[in-house]
């Protein structure tokens, strides 16, 4: 890093975070807005430099800083533009790195927030000193970066790595995505998936405890299957099976040293790594069995996107 500072931007659906990063990680301040405020991009633009200004001036200016790396939802790292991101309320093809790169006169880049997140632990986290790794993002939906020979895999147009929108399940029964497919891995493996298939055995009447939650969350079943809820230690082994079959399927296209896993549902892993790593060793190819580490995220509890996002310019 030839600067004091890098701005790490996490623009998410409700809030957009602005930290500034030094070249330890360390986050030494932040600001946010909310993202839903301001339908006019051009107001947006104007919001996040009042925003970030008092921080840049709060570490002692441009100057020391290196440059703005961004991650957002649907965003394309070529042409720095946010393209039809359902979740954020700007429609068409958006140039928000061009924007505010001649707004803050600085470099700025930006790439979805799960390529965010691999370069992320590649700088910071599980995959220091790594060149060959998979991140998978288990949230409200599941992301994914993927990085080969160092670098990020971004594909002909920038939107490749969707590992979330692979088909896992193709019988008729299969869950409809809200990607338009069927049979997605996001619909078992999401927190949403999680709980979808709690329900499941819940409405097929296998006793549990979780009959008497209100509002099932990834959360309150991992309560459960720490109580011994057969029924809850069951969804995260199918969820761990879901993922292991996934990954063995991924390793023959970039045979990576690590998949490392970040998400709320990531605190149930001693629940969802066993039959993970069972699975995966069961169906990946034989030249692939037991080589590959499954990591758990080293930014769980530190701000990954800002620091991913960070990541991106140095």
Same mark, same amino acid.
Request: aromatic fraction near 6%; charged fraction near 20%; hydrophobic fraction near 45%.
């Given at each position: 890093m030839s600067h004091q500072y890098l701005i790490g931007v996490d623009l998410g659906g409700t809030n957009t975070v602005f930290g500034i990063v030094d070249s330890k990680g360390n986050i030494v301040c932040e600001n946010s807005i909310k993202t839903q405020a301001f339908p006019d991009i051009h107001d947006f633009v104007d919001a996040c430099v009042q925003c970030v200004s008092p921080?840049? =001036?709060q570490v002692g200016g441009k100057q020391l800083i290196g440059g703005m790396g961004i991650g957002a939802p649907n965003a394309c790292f070529y042409t720095g533009t946010i393209e039809e991101a359902p979740n954020l309320p700007w429609k068409g093809k958006v140039p928000l790195a061009q924007m505010l790169s001649e707004r803050l006169g600085m470099k700025?880049?930006? $790439?979805?927030? *799960?390529?965010?997140a691999a370069m992320g632990e590649m700088a910071y986290g599980a995959a220091r000193g790594m060149k060959h790794f998979v991140v998978i993002t288990l949230g409200t939906g599941v992301g994914s970066g993927i990085v080969v020979d160092g670098r990020l895999v971004y594909g &002909?147009?920038?939107?490749?790595? =969707?590992?979330?929108?692979?088909i896992v399940d193709n019988s008729p029964t299969a869950r409809q995505c809200g990607c338009g497919r069927r049979g997605c891995l996001e619909t078992y493996c999401s927190a949403r998936g999680i709980v979808r298939t709690a329900q499941e055995q819940i409405e097929a009447g296998h006793p549990t405890l979780l009959s008497n939650v209100?509002?099932? &969350?990834?959360? +309150?079943i991992y309560?459960?299957?720490?109580?011994g809820d057969e029924v809850a230690i069951e969804t995260f082994r199918? $969820?761990? +099976?879901?993922?292991? *079959?996934?990954? *063995?399927n991924i390793t023959t296209f970039c045979s990576p040293e690590a998949y490392?896993?970040?998400g709320g549902p990531m605190h149930s892993h001693e629940f969802i790594f066993p039959s993970l790593i069972d699975t995966y060793n069961r169906q990946v190819l034989p030249i692939y069995r037991n080589r590959c580490r499954f990591l758990l995220s080293e930014l769980m509890d530190r701000n990954a996107a800002v620091l991913g996002a960070a990541a991106l310019v140095a």
């Open positions: 921080l840049i =001036e700025v880049v930006m $790439t979805n927030d *799960a390529n965010a &002909s147009d920038g939107f490749a790595g =969707e590992l979330g929108h692979m209100k509002e099932l &969350s990834a959360l +309150e309560k459960a299957a720490k109580q199918r $969820t761990g +099976e879901t993922l292991g *079959a996934a990954c *063995a490392i896993f970040f």
